[in-house]
């Protein structure tokens, strides 16, 4: 089932040595080496801060049409080379081609909206004073923070981080980013690129290296750290930042559900349960990792997912399905679950342990797992699906938010009302009904989790307004009739005060 990947690694290139201070990035279908970066310590990353400090100066006074102006040529040097940048993305993850294309696009739709709206969500505009404080212009604007940091993951090394950084700029800050240390050549790929347009304005720089390096850039005295990665970095990004009281925008891990109702369209959520589960080689955040079905259709929606599954090739070549397990050692989390869900009565209706061929994994269905274990519980982050039954969707609402995280979910079914409904009801940040990963392509809706799957948002009006903060100006444009902002009060005044207050709020 698995394809070879057309160029192989020599010995010589896979094991050969890396200078010292620096470290090598992999192409992690042959594990030949790809390039060399620079290990990034703390004084580095204080160095490129300062230079982003001094950029963050000219960024933010150029205002919105001017920033709007460059981030649209940035996204247009992004798109007209949309090949080049893919084929990074294929080289540091393994993934197919036609995914990574489709990755520089989903990111260059973000950039985008996010530089074309952000004057109008976060420019000045007026709000009501009220009543008591009818002399005031009351106007609230969003100012950028200054420096952001981004941390970000591999699993889509373009469309996750620029979640992130598109926002960031967008809303006037510079932006120091530090990729995971599998993907670091995608995100020097995307600072040359500002590079050649701003040579003199390092408004988007990047920081290599690992965890240790994430480390030094949110104690560097950066305004903002927007971490995307699993929940337990999340915690330690979050110790780190309270060092400084750095704020915080963490998106992090999913254990995501999808409902099939009885009277679903199971073709359809079959296709979609496929796509949702094994795309990316199952790695991904908003990932269908569970599916909960109607016991009157459970057999059917079964056999049907397992037909399409079974046509699907894991490989390293332009054809395949879906490519490798990026991250090696994410292979031991996937083959735990799955051993514990067969020890515990599980059934492997499609491959199994055997399923597991580094750096490759063929699918594998599960049903009927427990719930409460670890493939029903933890994420699992790999080509595997759970499939188990539910009563009703009541039923399925209940298990779907029986689990820590709390990022996205489906559910499908021929009442659209029912569905929306139900959508509400899941503990999530995202949800969709008769789609999978259909928001993650929406820039307008926000993304992000509830419970261990973080909390703050990128994207859409609430992603610009993450980056910046908001400023309320009052501007008195007459003196008050009844002068109550003076240690020398009338009595009258106070009267009246007092009458108003009985009279606005004292009536029940
Ligand atoms: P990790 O948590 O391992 O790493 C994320 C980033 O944090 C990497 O750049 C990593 O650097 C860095 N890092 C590691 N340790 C520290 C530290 N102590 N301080 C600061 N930074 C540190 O996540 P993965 O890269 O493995 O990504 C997969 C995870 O990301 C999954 O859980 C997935 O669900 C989640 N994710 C969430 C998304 C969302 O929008 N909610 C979207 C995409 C992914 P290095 O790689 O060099 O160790």
Redesign the pocket.
Known sequence: MTQEVDQEASGAEATAAVAPGMFASRDPRTNAVLAEYPIDGPPEVDRVVDRARAAARWWGDLGFDGRRRWLLSWKGAIAADAKALAAVITAETGKPADDALLEVMLAVEHLDWAARKAGKVLGRKKVSSGLVSANLEATVRYQPFGVVGV??????PLY?PM?SISYALAAGNAVVF?????TPGVAVWIAEKWNALVPNQPVLQVVT???D???AL?RSGVDKIA???????AK??MA?CAETLTPLVA????KDAMLVCHDADLDAAADFAVFGAFGNAGQT?VGVERIYVADEVFDDFVARVTDKTRRLRPGGGPDASYGPMT?GRQSEVVRGQIADALDRGATAVLGGLGSIREPYIEPVILTDVPEGTVATTE?T?GPTVVINRMADLDDGVAKANAVSYG?GGSIFTRDSRRGVEAAERLRSGVASVNSVLGFAAVPSLP???VGD??FGRIHGADGLREFSYPKAVTRQRYRAPMNLLTLERKARDMKIAAWLLKTRHGRG
Not at 151 to 156: A, K
Request: hydrophobic residues 25%.
């Open positions: 941390i970000g993951p591999w699993n889509y996750t979640g530090k990729p995971s240390e599998l290296g690992f965890g390096t994430g480390t949110c971490f995307t990665g699993s929940t337990a970095t330690k990004v780190t998106e992090c891990g999913g955040c991250l994420e982050f990022l993304l992000g989790g799957s973080g």
